[in-house]
């Protein structure tokens, strides 16, 4: 047996169903355990920790640079400069949001990923 989203081969018993779908333990996780932007709780989390030195990740980071470089922009250029695919960029904007670092507007009728103190850019 095989992982529908990956292929990689799944020993009987070991893998996971979802939405009719056989999926391997980190496929599953992926899909049931995905960050969210719009989650009071992380933000609330997020900013109690603030107070400590913020440490991002290489690619956080680079989506944040690059977002101060050229925001507001829309999802396809951020995954095209980046070389990423839009479920990295989704689960590391999450974070970015959470901490209030990055945020996303509507520009002639078009979502754009711009910083979080600067929404109508």
Not at 87 to 106: I, P, S, V, W, Y
Request: proline share 4%.
């Amino acid at each position: 047996m095989k992982c529908e989203t990956c292929l990689t081969a799944i020993s009987p018993g070991e893998g996971y169903e979802h939405s009719g779908r056989t999926l391997c333990e980190d496929c599953y996780l992926d899909v049931v355990a995905a960050p969210k932007t719009c989650d009071p709780w992380a933000v609330y989390s997020a900013k109690n920790t603030m107070s400590q030195e913020v440490t991002l990740t290489h690619e956080q980071q680079k989506i944040l640079d690059l977002i101060k470089a050229r925001g507001p922009i829309d999802l396809e250029q951020i995954c095209a400069a980046l070389g990423i695919t839009e479920e990295e960029f989704r689960r590391d904007f999450a974070t970015l949001r959470h901490m209030e670092l990055a945020g996303a507007c509507q520009k002639e009728g078009q979502i754009c990923f711009t910083l979080f103190d600067n929404p109508s850019d």
